[in-house]
């Protein structure tokens, strides 16, 4: 019993005992007595009526007191009796029967619970170390308490009893109904006090409701038992029911609740399970010397299903498919609570053990998430040590995970698996996950939008791995990582939407991941790529030294920034020289932009690549330009950024390039064009002067062009000058491109050389060249042919089919005729030996050769293949100081080496064909 209900009793007592003295005054006098009484204890505001009093009895009603109304009664009636003196006089009273009393109380902590009335409260029973005064039988009816709570207003209904028993024992039995905002408690009490100050009580909870945020509860019933001996608990019970426990979207069948308590031991059972039995819980927990440093163990196994209350209850997604178990234990020691008894709170920091050791393992089964992992499978073991300080918790994780597949935004991912030992700790709501050996992450397969797929498996050692996880965030748990990966070679497939694409191998020294997901916000991230490199063997390209960075936005866009030490043609004779390269690509939801910039050795020849792929419907663009080059002697020189033209030497003049791309699924197009304006430079085989190239391609794939392409070249000189080199022509689109040659030119031995209406292919190594040749000086043409001792004038023409097979040429029956009458001149060893055969008659026709006046005169020249060639001489004719000017026919065969014409030939072919080959390859 508090001090301010003995207050009010004592005060009605020793009022009431001078009551028989002034019986004629007495309603008056005992108003006055008991308002003295209040005041002498500081008691504001009282409010009272004596409505009646006599010799048994009186009443007192409007009871008010405190300065806001704190208690109040609406009639109490006090039972007495004044044949007895002794026990009046003594404050002894028969009965007290309150009815209508309301108690105000305020216990948000802000203010004294009682208000102005708390000064009463001080103390109790056990603490005035006395016995209970003889109490009368104290009767509430009709009895309200009205609080005001952290969690909202509560009102509650009592009516109690509290009796007298033999012995100086105390009796109350009592029922109570609670309704606030959060529900309602509905039940009875009994008590029963031992005059030795033991005391025992039951409590019934008849009938009970709760509605949390978040969850509701539509049954809440059960009793309990408590033993006490001065104010210390010895024995207590509890059997607790919760039926029709519901969150939004699932609801729990029952929990039980079962509290044992003997002496200093305490044990605890308690089961749960949703009513869809998708998630059932178990849990054992002891508690020895609780009352002085206590020390507790815990078991517990859950099991949940897909989609059940759990993954909502701790703010994760939930799978459709799967289901994980936990089983776990755990030891340790809890702060004192005697450390803990003065104070209102005690945070979770402070009653966390102190020396905490335990084991879990959650195993997962064939779990699935839509849309993102179909199949996860795995154990995650978890082996606690002592905590370092109080709050902590220190463990060691082992992870071993598989799924089936897995998909995050535009990645994929087959058979993934993954393998870590963690050491975890844990403070508060916080969980830091750090890995203390090299684990692997593992795929068969991964793709990457419809851009990247693999060929094969791929893995990683992970050598570091530091995983952080909040999950007392109000929006959701959040996780952040930072992951260290070692990649093994990765082979894999650039796609171009027709099932096929660029086949790429691709490594790194070390690839660097960190994020953060957020449950109500997705995922944001950026990998970092340190001395990577690529190889597209196909296509005979490498590429070295790449570091690079991804960033992963939580709107799902990309944005990738690398530079690249080097971009390699690995073919025998490269198509360009290394190149470095540094570039950007962002990826939306409609487009990917990108830009790449590069340079050759030393930043010669600058090019760039910018464009724009767009998602739907998978079309894009792309331009591609080499800066205008000038070449100089001591400068730079084309072989610097084309190595197959490395043996040109001081060359000078001016270059460019340009492309433009454009494609849609399935096709690719584009244009390209090629200047090289007034170069001249020196090769092994020639001196070029003066070459020009205007080259527009309309098409890439195949490569193709408008007719009238044109080359030019001042001069040519391989040993012998080569003057007016042109090239009229057009690039014929085919599975294997070709070169229309629509006239091409070229002045030699005083005469033109001509070709029209040929298609070449610049990949074939067979060429067929029917050389149309126009007003040759015949003198020259015989020195061209390296044969001696023959001169003469006149002009031939005619043709010279070369032919080049495996880069050796040949002339196949050319014939050359002359224009009209001339004088030749013999006086060669060659012709003696074609003429022996003459006998006697050979000297004449020797003489007939020195001063031979033709009409006709032709030539044929048939040289195979590695062989001299056979030169056939037909002349008609005669010589005026020999037989009087006789008509002679000579048809001399001669064997001579036409490679001084040839070469000459070959160079000027060479270098149109170079030129164009070098585009039709760009081309490809």
């Known amino acids: 019993m508090t001090r301010a209900a003995k207050t009010i009793l004592l005060a009605l007592g020793a009022s009431l005992a001078v009551t028989a003295l002034c019986v004629v005054y007495r309603a008056p006098l005992l108003e006055s007595l008991l308002r003295a009484a209040l005041a002498v204890r500081e008691v504001p505001n009282v409010m009272l009526r004596v409505e009646s009093v006599g010799w048994h009895g009186a009443v007192i009603a409007d009871l008010a007191l405190g300065s806001g109304g704190e208690f109040r009664a609406r009639r109490i009636a006090v039972a007495y009796d004044l044949s007895a003196p002794g026990e009046l006089l003594a404050g002894r009273l028969r009965s007290v029967t309150l009815e209508g009393v309301e108690l105000a109380l305020d216990l948000r902590g802000e203010r004294p619970a009682l208000g102005s009335l708390h000064h009463l409260t001080a103390g109790s029973d056990a603490e005035d170390g006395g016995p209970i005064p003889p109490l009368p039988l104290i009767e509430f009816k009709d009895a309200r308490v009205r609080a005001l709570t952290p969690i909202g207003p509560v009102a509650g209904e009592f009516a109690a009893i509290m009796r007298p028993g033999g012995g100086g024992a ?107 039995g998708k998630f059932t819980a178990h849990a054992r927990a002891g508690l020895d010397d609780f009352l002085g440093q206590p020390r507790g163990d815990l078991t517990l196994e859950a099991e949940a299903e897909a989609q059940s209350v759990i993954w909502k209850l701790l703010a994760l997604p939930a799978p459709t498919a799967g289901r994980i178990k936990l089983v776990a234990s755990a030891q340790g020691r809890l702060p004192p609570l005697a450390d803990l008894r003065d104070r209102k709170t005690a945070t979770l920091t402070e009653l966390r053990p102190t020396d905490f050791t335990g084991g879990a393992s959650l195993r997962l089964h ?62 508060d ?33 992970v050598t570091a791995n530091h995983i952080k996880i909040d999950l007392g965030n109000p929006d959701g748990f959040v996780l952040t990582h930072d992951i260290n990966l070692a990649p093994d070679e990765i082979h894999a497939r650039v796609l171009d939407g027709d099932g096929g694409g660029l086949a790429v191998a691709a490594r790194a020294k070390q690839v660097r991941a960190t994020g953060t997901y957020r449950a109500d916000e997705g995922y944001a991230g950026r990998i970092e790529v340190v001395d990577g490199g690529l190889a597209a063997p196909d296509h005979q390209v490498e590429a070295e030294r790449l570091y690079a960075t991804v960033e992963l936005a939580r709107d799902n866009t990309v944005a990738l920034d690398f530079t690249l030490g080097a971009l390699r043609h690995i073919a025998d004779t490269p198509m360009l020289a290394p190149l470095s390269l540094r570039g950007a690509l962002r990826q939306s939801a409609e487009a990917i932009d990108f830009s790449v910039t590069g340079a050759g050795p030393d930043g010669v020849g600058e090019i760039s690549l910018t464009g724009r792929h767009r998602t739907a419907p998978g079309a894009g663009t792309a331009q591609i330009a080499l800066t205008p ?46 200047t090289i304006e007034n170069v001249s430079l020196t090769s092994a085989a020639a001196q070029i002067e003066g070459l020009s190239l ?35 022509f057009q690039v014929v689109p085919g599975d294997s491109p070709a070169i229309a040659i629509e006239d091409a030119g070229l002045s030699l031995a005083g005469g033109r050389f001509s070709l029209a209406d040929l298609l070449v292919d610049p990949a074939n190594t067979q060429h067929d060249l029917p050389m149309k040749v126009e007003d040759l000086d015949l003198a020259e043409v015989f020195a061209l042919l390296g044969i001696d001792g023959i001169s003469g004038n006149g002009r031939l023409s005619g043709t010279i089919p ?52 033709y009409q006709e ?62 585009m039709w390859m760009f081309g490809r």
């Open 694 to 728: 205007d080259l527009a391609l309309t098409q890439l794939r195949p490569p193709g062009s408008a007719p009238g392409q044109t080359l030019r070249v001042r001069r040519i000189d391989p040993g012998v000058p080569l003057d007016g080199l042109t090239l009229r």
């Open 366 to 427: 064939n779990m699935t998430f839509p849309d993102q992992v179909e199949g996860l499978s795995g154990e995650v073991v978890v082996n606690t040590d002592a905590p370092d300080a109080p709050g902590e918790l220190a463990a060691a994780v082992n992870l071993t995970l598989s799924a089936a597949s897995f998909s995050q935004d535009e990645l994929q991912a087959t058979k993934l698996a993954l393998a870590q030992t963690f050491q975890i700790q844990v403070e």
């Open 170 to 276: 105390l009796l109350l039995s009592a029922t109570y109904a609670i309704e606030a905002n959060l529900g309602r408690l509905s039940g009875e009490l009994e008590a029963n006090r031992a005059p030795d100050g033991r005391t025992e009580a039951r409590l019934v909870l008849a009938d009970g409701a709760l509605d949390l945020p978040g969850a509701q509860l539509s049954e809440l019933r059960g009793r309990g038992a408590i033993g006490l001996v001065g104010g210390t608990p010895m024995t207590a019970s509890l059997d607790l029911t919760l039926g029709g426990i519901a969150i939004p979207g699932a609801a729990f069948e029952q929990a039980q609740l079962t509290l044992r308590m003997a002496g200093p031991r305490l044990d605890l059972d308690a089961a749960l399970a949703t009513a869809d």
């Open 429 to 461: 709501e916080k969980v830091a996950l750090n890995s203390i050996n090299n684990g692997k992450i593992s795929a068969d397969e991964f793709q990457y939008g419809l851009f990247l797929a693999s060929e094969g498996p791929v893995s990683a050692q």
């Open 629 to 674: 080059l000038s070449f100089a002697p001591g400068g730079a020189q084309p072989g610097t950024l084309f190595p197959a033209l490395a043996d040109l030497r001081d060359v000078t003049g001016q270059a460019r390039a340009e492309a433009a791309l454009s494609w849609i699924p399935k096709a690719v197009t584009g244009t390209a064009a090629l």
């Open 802 to 853: 070369i032919v080049i097979r495996e880069g050796a040429p040949s002339i196949v029956q050319g014939r050359l005729a002359a224009q009209g009458p001339g004088i030749l001149r013999v006086r060669s060893d060659y012709a003696k030996q074609a003429l022996s055969a003459a006998g006697e008659s050979a000297e004449l026709l020797l003489q007939a050769l020195a001063d031979f006046h």
């Open 857 to 918: 005169l032709s030539l044929t020249i048939d040289q195979p293949s590695e062989n001299l060639a056979v030169l056939g001489l037909s002349m008609l004719g005669n010589n005026p100081d020999v037989l009087e000017g006789y008509p002679f026919r000579f048809n001399i065969n001669l064997e001579t080496d036409p490679t001084k014409l040839l070469v000459t030939l070959q160079e000027a072919y060479r270098i149109s064909n170079r030129a164009i080959g070098q």
